[in-house]
């Protein structure tokens, strides 16, 4: 019996150790290789670990950024500093108005005297028969004075040089002076009428046809009205020119007036009645309104005048509406003032561009035309050049030293 458990004991020690070599054997065979596998190229960069070396320094010389290639090559870019902002036009301080025909009188009387030199020399011919009046009637209708006033004058003139007999230089000149001021009148209000007595602020209209310098005009106006110690705002309401907003503007800025301006091609009715809105608030002396220019001939755009007008006088009533013409028109210019005075009730005409002319007598045919005075006039393209109308210095200047 215990021969047989002897032999079990042995037997299973021998399994065992046969299992045990089997075992030893499998786990010295090398492991197979990893299957490949694909990087991920979205994965960040590995972080260093705690230990791991930086690559050694290298001994060489560091470089500025300036010396730095940028891509492209050239030379480095430098950043420019944002323009500074623009300084707003310093205030001018117009010189009176008060007077400045009477300055200007040199300049109005080297243009203008050929009229007058002119009727001089014919009156001062020793026999005057009809062949020296009709030169003389020649003279005054090239001057633009109008027919039915030169009659009148050529009629006065031959009655008093028929009393007078005998004609010294002195005597001709004093006479002629006489008879030309009863035509171009003393006794008219030349008054721009700017400070009704009511309320503030007065309204002015600036109308005319296209190229007669109507915007200028009120500009200048704007400047009179400023030297005379007036404030004053400025109303755009020439939207159809894309430039007359902005020469406006320019105009105000000059003096220190607000200009008020809308879209272009837009409502001018619209921006008249803001531009006296904006000068009730601002509690200014005087509105200028400036409106396009028109054609006298085209209905549609004088209509849209009378719409400016009756637009604006629901603030307040116009104290003046100023017709620009110029000088150098002649006659057409009457056909003009006759329309728009149909249209807009003109109170007054401004003269521009007397400064290039001769025909210094359309003052007196416009005023019989219209039966309104001429209240300024514009003697060059100088920003002060607009004068208040005076009648003798305006004479004395056609009549020359």
């Given at each position: 019996?215990?021969?047989?458990?002897?032999?079990?004991?042995i037997?299973?020690?021998?399994?065992?150790?046969?299992?045990?070599?089997?075992?030893?054997?499998?786990?010295?065979?090398p492991?197979?290789?990893?299957?490949?596998?694909?990087?991920?190229?979205?994965a960040?960069?590995?972080?260093?670990?705690?230990?791991?070396?930086?690559?050694t320094?290298?001994?060489?010389?560091?470089?500025?950024?300036?010396?730095?290639?940028?891509?492209?090559?050239?030379?480095?870019?430098?950043?420019?500093?944002?323009?500074?902002?623009?300084?707003?036009?310093?205030?001018?301080?117009?010189?009176?108005?008060?007077?400045?025909?009477?300055?200007?009188?040199?300049?109005?009387?080297?243009?203008?005297?050929?009229?007058?030199?002119?009727?001089?020399?014919?009156?001062?011919?020793?026999?005057?028969?009809?062949?020296?009046?009709?030169?003389?009637?020649?003279?005054?209708?090239?001057?633009?004075?109008?027919?039915?006033?030169?009659?009148?004058?050529?009629?006065?003139?031959?009655?008093?040089?028929?009393?007078?007999?005998?004609?010294?230089?002195?005597?001709?000149?004093?006479?002629?002076?006489?008879e030309?001021l009863?035509?171009?009148?003393?006794?008219?209000?030349?008054?721009?009428?700017?400070?009704?007595?009511?309320?503030?602020?007065?309204?002015?209209?600036?109308?005319?046809?296209?190229?007669?310098?109507?915007?200028?005009?009120?500009?200048?106006?704007?400047?009179?009205?400023?030297?005379?110690?007036?404030?004053?705002?400025?109303?755009?309401?020439?939207t159809?020119?894309?430039?007359?907003?902005?020469?406006?503007?320019?105009?105000?800025?000059?003096?220190?007036?607000y200009?008020?301006?809308?879209?272009?091609?837009?409502?001018?009715?619209?921006?008249?009645?803001?531009?006296?809105?904006?000068?009730?608030?601002?509690?200014?002396?005087?509105?200028?309104?400036?409106?396009?220019?028109?054609?006298?001939?085209?209905?549609?755009?004088?209509?849209?005048?009378?719409?400016?007008?009756?637009?604006?006088?629901?603030?307040?009533?116009?104290?003046?509406?100023?017709?620009?013409?110029?000088?150098?028109?002649?006659?057409?210019?009457?056909?003009?003032?006759?329309?728009?005075?149909?249209?807009v009730?003109?109170?007054?005409?401004?003269?521009?561009?007397?400064?290039?002319?001769?025909?210094?007598?359309?003052?007196?045919?416009?005023?019989?035309?219209?039966?309104?005075?001429v209240k300024?006039?514009?003697?060059?393209?100088?920003?002060?050049?607009?004068?208040?109308?005076?009648?003798?210095?305006?004479?004395?200047?056609?009549?020359?030293?």
């Amino acid at each position: 019996m215990e021969t047989i458990i002897l032999a079990v004991v042995i037997a299973v020690v021998v399994l065992g150790a046969l299992g045990g070599l089997l075992i030893t054997s499998r786990l010295k065979k090398p492991l197979p290789p990893p299957p490949p596998s694909t990087p991920d190229l979205t994965a960040p960069p590995a972080e260093p670990h705690v230990g791991d070396e930086a690559e050694t320094p290298r001994d060489e010389q560091r470089r500025t950024i300036e010396e730095v290639d940028l891509p492209g090559g050239g030379a480095p870019t430098t950043v420019e500093e944002p323009p500074a902002a623009e300084k707003a036009p310093e205030i001018e301080i117009p010189e009176p108005s008060a007077g400045r025909l009477v300055r200007l009188r040199s300049r109005l009387s080297r243009s203008q005297n050929a009229l007058g030199k002119g009727l001089l020399t014919l009156l001062s011919r020793e026999h005057l028969d009809e062949e020296t009046w009709e030169e003389i009637e020649d003279t005054l209708l090239t001057a633009d004075v109008g027919v039915q006033p030169t009659q009148q004058l050529v009629d006065r003139l031959r009655e008093r040089v028929k009393v007078l007999g005998t004609r010294t230089p002195e005597e001709l000149r004093g006479l002629l002076r006489e008879e030309l001021l009863k035509l171009v009148g003393t006794d008219m209000d030349r008054e721009v009428k700017t400070e009704p007595e009511s309320r503030k602020p007065g309204i002015v209209m600036v109308v005319g046809v296209n190229g007669t310098g109507k915007t200028t005009t009120t500009g200048k106006l704007a400047r009179v009205l400023v030297a005379d110690g007036r404030t004053v705002v400025l109303g755009a309401a020439d939207t159809f020119r894309a430039a007359a907003a902005d020469q406006l503007q320019t105009w105000g800025e000059r003096v220190g007036a607000y200009t008020v301006r809308g879209p272009e091609a837009g409502d001018p009715a619209s921006v008249a009645f803001d531009a006296v809105k904006e000068g009730k608030e601002m509690g200014v002396d005087v509105v200028l309104i400036d409106t396009a220019g028109r054609l006298h001939t085209k209905t549609g755009l004088m209509d849209e005048l009378g719409k400016v007008k009756r637009v604006v006088e629901k603030h307040a009533p116009l104290d003046e509406v100023l017709l620009v013409l110029d000088a150098t028109t002649g006659q057409n210019g009457l056909v003009q003032a006759r329309v728009f005075s149909e249209v807009v009730d003109i109170t007054g005409i401004v003269l521009t561009k007397l400064d290039g002319t001769a025909k210094g007598g359309i003052v007196i045919a416009v005023q019989n035309e219209l039966g309104v005075p001429v209240k300024l006039i514009g003697l060059g393209e100088g920003a002060d050049d607009l004068a208040p109308f005076d009648p003798e210095a305006f004479v004395d200047a056609l009549l020359g030293d």
